[in-house]
């Protein structure tokens, strides 16, 4: 019996690849070599220097505007210190400006004085006592007008409704002739100036006829 040909030759199949070449291809795949690229380092370099440019610039900008906020800081003082010192030269200018008038005054209470002392040993002591007089009575009427030219002025009191803003009430006395609340009596002439009291006008109040004073 003869054999069959196609027995005697090996039948030829096309072999897998080995795993070791799979392995080095799928290594090449997923390799990124984006990270080593000179172009992306680079670029990376520039915007770091740009960044350090822009802090620079903000630390002058920040060092301009501390400079400007010193130098507003001290003129403010300047200004503060100029206004403190004009404050004080009107205060003393104001205040010369009152002992002025006031040294007048004080002129005219030494003549009185020395006319006193003449009473003594005047001849005539109804006349010397009537000029005595006459002389307070002037300074007192200067006084007055010299208060009024700084703008004072006595506070109404008497026969006024009593009124905290202006009196002090230092009793209250039961009346029948004036109505609750009145003020009776000044016991201390109080004054003001423009809208400001420099003193209360100290005052009996009146109060009902039954009630205790």
Do not use: C, W
């Not at 009196?167 to 609340?181: C, K, L, T």
């Not at 004054?191 to 209360?200: C, E, K, Q, S, W």
């Amino acid at each position: 019996m003869s054999a069959d040909p196609n027995d005697s030759q090996p039948t030829t199949h096309d072999s897998p690849p080995e795993a070791d070449d799979v392995a080095d291809a799928d290594s090449v795949d997923r390799e990124d070599p984006a990270g080593d690229r000179p172009d992306d380092v680079e670029a990376l370099a520039g915007e770091v220097e740009a960044l350090r440019e822009e802090v620079d610039g903000l630390e002058d900008e920040r060092e301009e505007l501390n400079e400007r906020l010193l130098r507003k800081a001290a003129e403010l003082e300047n200004v503060r210190r100029r206004m403190d010192r004009e404050k004080k030269r009107r205060h003393v200018a104001g205040k010369e400006t009152v002992l002025e008038s006031m040294l007048e005054v004080l002129d005219d209470f030494e003549r009185s004085l020395d006319a006193a002392q003449d009473l003594d040993v005047s001849d005539d002591p109804e006349s010397a006592y009537e000029t005595l007089e006459g002389g307070v009575e002037m300074v007192y009427r200067k006084f007055q007008d010299q208060l009024q030219s700084l703008g004072v002025e006595p506070i109404e009191a008497e026969g006024e409704p009593f009124d905290e803003q202006l009196h002090e009430a230092m009793m209250r006395q039961p009346s029948e002739d004036a109505a609750p609340g009145t003020v009776l009596q000044e016991i201390q002439r109080g004054y003001t100036m423009g809208d400001r009291v420099l003193r209360h006008s100290r005052v009996v109040v009146a109060a009902e006829p039954s009630e205790n004073s």
